[in-house]
Nanobody, 116 residues
């Protein structure tokens, strides 16, 4: 069992930056592939970025490539999403996700709003 708590969301102007954090507890963090998803109003939840267990391999959705960076600190049981060059279309609830084999866990989400 893994408990995930996201933080760092908020309101930012277009072109601005935010860093989301997701703190994990309850299991061995380094065993899990860590992911960020987002869900905008009226849309399906979509994958944004993924990190391998060591952090050495990452994946990004085309829509955020070059602007967002996923990283993790296994010593702190935390995964981050650095978001630069934010656009209004990045507005969504962002969710942290942990996966190990068939087990998957979700955080409660943090709202990111990009607006002038």
């Amino acid at each position: 069992q893994v408990q995930l708590v996201e933080s760092g969301g908020g309101l930012v102007q277009p072109g601005g930056s935010l860093r989301l954090s997701c703190a994990a507890s309850g299991s061995i963090f380094s065993r899990y592939t860590m992911n960020w998803f987002r869900q905008a109003p009226g849309k399906e939840r979509e994958s944004v970025a993924s990190s391998s267990r060591s952090g050495g391999s990452t994946y990004y959705a085309d829509s955020v490539k070059g602007r967002f960076t996923i990283s993790r600190d296994n010593a702190k049981n935390t995964v981050y999403l650095q978001m630069n060059g934010l656009k209004p279309e990045d507005t969504a609830v962002y969710y942290c996700n942990a996966r190990l084999a068939s087990n998957t866990y979700w955080g409660q989400g943090t709202q990111v709003t990009v607006s002038s």
